[in-house]
């Protein structure tokens, strides 16, 4: 029997929907790294008991540590996105979590750096707080590893796995094909992108309908390992629609814009190599998105007339979607991190 409610959300459905093709749904995904790195934090004796814990997010990690701190008893306060929706705001008021919401903002790339801004300034004003730094401390990898045990231990990959999912943070992915890796080396990491990132290098090109937030970055994150992706896709908004609106349609799973994305994403990659089992991730619901993605259903393309151009340089990337092989490349210039205060890719376990 779990002891809190944030340990039954963070525990993911695994879901066939298709041969050879699995869904890993998680009701809310980063809660199974904020609730291992707040217990790491305070095993370790980082963070004393009751302490404030602080970071930036544009909503589902905001969530995720609220809850984490409800389950420990600390202190919460989240810099949110102009993004966080009414529905957000008020679970975080009553789960005892401080927002200071971003003004509103059509440039999220300003949104993420007025956020890093005003991290900086509450830490000089309250040194106390201990700054998570979702984006750039290791402690975000662990709470996937039993995650990626379960996955191997019931996914029944002999042929091999392909693991697909947004980069994000690069917590996730990252994580899980690294774990996975240790159990057997036939591991392909496939990472997926929107166009305007500059995690992959896309920032030349602009979607003209959104970024998808969550799965991409304005600023460079020291959490993504570059060199454990094997390929990488960047689709904008109505690809990502489509591949939402056709998931729910066809296998009833209803999931946010960057599952999505990842779904889309993995049907190519598993028609390519029928031979594998390829697994997408769910990072949440599609309860956020009813408004701007699944009430315009009768918009989204059939998925089956969508297909990435391949292309081999940054260069050639273009709407609405593609596919480059990154062969464990490393990162782009842009993308270097370590500017934010972060300690680089996982080093504890």
Known sequence: MDEHIAEAIGRPDLIRVDDGLICLRFETM?????????????????????????????????????LACHRYGMGCHIVGSTTVDHTLRTQLAVLGARLEQMPPSDDLKLDQKRRVARVHEILREHPDHFWMRQYHDDIHYLGYRAVADRLYAEAGADGGLTLVGGVGSG????????????????????????????????EHVADPEIIIAGIGSSIPF?????????????LSFDTALAGSVDLLRRHAVFAGLSTGAGYATARWERAQAPGRTTVF??????????????????????LDTLAPRTVTSLDELALPWARMEWAGAAAPAAAMAGTEGGRGPLQRT
């Not at 619901?285 to 918009?299: I, K, L, N, S």
Request: a positive charge.
């Open 30 to 66: 980063k809660v199974v790294s904020a609730l291992a790195a707040v217990r790491h934090l305070l095993d370790t004796g980082a963070v004393r008991p009751g302490a404030t814990l602080l970071d930036s997010s544009s909503g589902i990690y905001a969530y995720a540590l609220a």
């Open 222 to 234: 020291a959490n993504v390992s570059h060199a454990a992706y094997d390929a990488v896709h960047w």
């Open 171 to 202: 917590a996730s992915t990252g994580a899980l094909a690294r774990y996975l890796r240790r159990r057997t080396p036939d591991v392909r990491l496939v990472g997926v992108q929107p166009f305007g990132s500059v995690t992959f290098g896309s």
């Open 281 to 302: 991730i769910a990072a949440d619901t599609g309860h956020r998105y009813v408004d701007t993605v699944f009430a315009r259903h009768t918009e989204a393309a059939p």
